[in-house]
């Protein structure tokens, strides 16, 4: 007696089996991954409720087939998690008679789209701490998880600083998709402002990067005025429902120069 299977890997793969005698499925008709397989969620892909996909991909209620001679039947095997890790499963088939089981590993991922969170691969410069009343100039500051520009002199036309002539005034940021699938982000700031009250610009505002690559973002800050200026960078991925925030600083002020005394008096001197 001869058999032949063939299995696609995956979600949704399917298992076609081929045999003379009967076929009796020792497993249910979809991987559960580690836990039961009665998991109730969308597929995270259109949209589409557990109950619409009953009707597009509807369980198997019988685990035993009968197959004519040099016939085949198609079972199709589905995976369905409504927790995020890897599932592993075998599926097992036995030919009545022969008491010889045939076995099928079956894995399944479930992920979201995401990029590399770690401020080492974020920010060129980091500084674990603060000292009191120190001065830090373009850091990621670790204990406050915050991105300090530091000190920024007033004036400075914001198209100058996205060419690179005011490098103090720009930061450049890796952004590394660190998943098995695309990425299409989004980014922006927390507080929107008109252009002319901003402290703080990005460019671009989305991205699509695929599994692996790694693109560059740009943040600049450009305060209108004197004084401490805060907000937080936010950056959306597309069927990500956790959005990654990144807190950010600056300082703007005006270069000001004190001299004591204001006047000298030299007294009598002799003339040459």
Known sequence: MTAKRKTSGGPGGSTEGKSTGRVTSKAGGRIGGKQSPTHHSSDGQDGTSESSLEKLLPRIVRFRWIIP?????????????????????????????????????????????????????????????????????????????????????????????????????????????TSPMDVEALFCFLNEVESSKAAFFLEPTEMHLKSGESKILKIMANPPREGHFEDSLVCCI??????????????GCTPELQIEPTSFDFGQVLLY
């Open 238 to 251: 597309k069927e990500n429902p956790e959005p990654i925030v990144y807190k950010l600083c600056c300082d």
């Open 69 to 177: 001679a040099n016939s085949e039947i198609r079972v199709r095997l589905r995976f369905i998690s409504s927790e995020v890790g890897q599932f592993d499963q075998t599926i097992s088939f036995e030919i009545i008679g022969t008491k010889r089981n045939y076995k099928i590993f079956c894995r399944g991922v479930c992920t979201f789209p995401s990029i590399s969170r770690e401020p080492r691969t974020v920010f060129p410069n980091r500084q674990k701490t603060r000292k009191p009343n120190e001065i830090v100039h373009k850091k990621f500051i670790l204990s406050t998880e915050q991105y300090d520009f530091g000190p920024l002199v007033l004036g400075k036309d914001i198209n100058k600083i996205r060419t690179g002539i005011y490098s103090n005034n720009i930061e450049t940021l890796t952004i590394d998709n």
